[in-house]
């Protein structure tokens, strides 16, 4: 739970600069669509979630 907090955050901070500067790429869509996954939950963000969980573990390990 901590952690798909913290990543709704850490994406919807990022996804404000980007619309602030109107960065308008590849990288802002991406962040635009994995912010709408965590915020909605939908069923498809259950893979994302643990994608996530597994960087997040991988991250840790190093």
Same mark, same amino acid.
């Given at each position: 739970?901590?952690?798909? *907090?913290s @990543?709704? &955050?850490?994406f919807?901070?990022?996804?404000f600069?980007?619309l602030?500067?109107k960065?308008?790429?590849?990288?802002?869509?991406f962040v635009a *669509?994995? @912010?709408g &996954?965590?915020l909605?939950f939908?069923?498809?963000s259950?893979p994302?979630?643990?994608?996530s969980e597994?960087?997040?573990?991988a991250?840790?390990?190093l």
């Amino acid at each position: 739970m901590a952690v798909t *907090v913290s @990543f709704i &955050f850490l994406f919807g901070l990022v996804l404000f600069f980007l619309l602030r500067s109107k960065s308008l790429s590849w990288g802002a869509a991406f962040v635009a *669509v994995m @912010f709408g &996954f965590y915020l909605a939950f939908t069923g498809a963000s259950k893979p994302v979630t643990q994608l996530s969980e597994a960087v997040v573990n991988a991250i840790g390990n190093l």
